[in-house]
């Protein structure tokens, strides 16, 4: 069936009668982020099995509400790839909730394969090859062209015999019960919200390593390129870069030539090359009372017995990823391994209480995992 637009309020109501019914329905969407300072959802794309596929237009219908039901109906599967994005963005902007779902990314994740993008999913799994070239698209500017539309259309129109591929892989190899856990998760996360506030510096990679005074530098560099991109629309890190930004602070340049030979890279700052002195000014003469704090849990030492638990947690789970051919990272995060690591569970029930964890861990790996506790 032809492709259809939906960008006004009758053609969302005959879409929520068409899908009415429905036992599933791919998902997808497409942002700006990459070109505007604050990202929104510029496109949603719909796709119903033998039923069609649907392009609506959230700037042109900014009410999405009777989508509500259907995406928070447990009886229709939500098929996605990399929802994670998908679902945070929707429930952000729009107050969705969602049950039943399957992320074609995640279930590859789990079976191991080396290759989890859409495009080589489909190469791989059903033998077809997807353009990938307006992915970076701006895509809030209108008209799309026409090559805009197919690349939007190809992310939902093979998600369903993707998910029943892998279905039938994820059944063959005992791994079920991860996907539906994982799945389950991925439909309850929460909206990503835009954070701001000059102690946001934190984010920045390194950051902590600072001393307390290339910290307020920092913060003041970094309160001067939110403002300079909220004030050009851009995204921040086309303004500066985190690195350079931190680079900027490590070396606190007092001259205008220094500050230049660091943003060489950024010919479009030249202009600002005087308000990024004074920002790093204003940092090195801050008042020892008015310099950042450091955060709870900065430096904080970690008690030997928990590091001789990370130390085994990580080997265990580096053999353990070779052993069943998956990425270290799924059979257990760095992240995880410290939580449980500090927790010290020493039984079964509180393995199953630590927050991340999953049961499908604990069944698998729970004997290992205590051992490694001990």
């Known amino acids: 069936m032809p492709m259809r637009w939906i960008r006004t309020d009758d053609q969302l109501d005959e879409l929520v009668d068409e899908l009415s019914g429905c036992k599933a329905i791919g998902i997808d969407i497409e942002g700006d982020s990459l070109h505007h300072y604050t990202e929104k ?62 992320d074609t990314s995640i279930a590859a994740r789990l079976l191991g394969d080396a290759e989890v993008g859409l495009q080589a999913l489909v190469r791989n799994e059903l033998g077809i090859e997807l353009s990938k070239g307006s992915q970076k698209d701006d895509w809030s500017k209108r008209p799309l062209t026409a090559k805009q539309e197919a690349y939007a259309l190809a992310d939902v129109d093979h998600l369903f015999a993707l998910a029943t591929r892998l279905t039938d892989r994820l059944a063959e190899a005992g791994r079920t019960e991860w996907a539906r856990e994982e799945f389950a998760a991925l439909a309850n996360l929460t909206p990503n919200e835009k954070r701001s506030g000059p102690d946001e510096f934190r984010r920045i ?20 390129r939110e403002e300079r991109a909220a004030a050009a629309d851009r995204p921040p890190f086309k303004i500066i870069g985190p690195d350079v930004l931190l680079t900027l602070a490590d070396k606190s340049p007092t001259t205008i030539e220094e500050v230049e030979e660091v943003l060489a890279s950024y010919p479009r700052q030249a202009s600002q090359f005087d308000a990024v002195l004074d920002a790093i000014e204003r940092g090195l003469d801050l008042p020892e009372s008015e310099l950042p704090k450091r955060e709870v849990g900065e ?37 995880l391994i ?37």
Not at 205 to 224: D, F, N
């Open 205 to 224: 990679k390194g950051s902590a390593k600072l001393s307390l005074r290339k910290q307020a530098v920092l913060r003041e560099l970094y309160v001067w």
């Open 338 to 374: 410290d939580r449980v690591a500090l927790a010290g569970p020493q039984t079964t029930a509180e393995l199953v209480a630590i927050e991340g964890l999953r049961r499908w861990r604990v069944v698998e790996w729970g004997p290992a995992l205590l051992a490694a506790c001990k």
């Open 299 to 335: 430096h904080t030492s970690v008690p030997a017995a928990a590091r001789r638990r990370v130390e085994a947690l990580r080997a265990w789970r580096d053999e353990q990823a070779k052993r069943s051919q998956l990425e270290p990272s799924i059979v257990m995060s760095q992240k």
């Open 41 to 102: 959802v510029c496109l949603l794309q719909l796709a119903a099995h033998r039923r069609g596929s649907w392009l609506v237009d959230p700037l042109a219908l900014r009410d999405l509400s009777p989508l509500a039901p259907i995406l928070a109906d447990a009886s229709v599967l939500k098929v996605v790839h990399g929802g994670d994005n998908d679902v945070t963005s929707l429930r952000r902007e729009f107050g969705f909730t969602f049950r039943t779902m399957f």
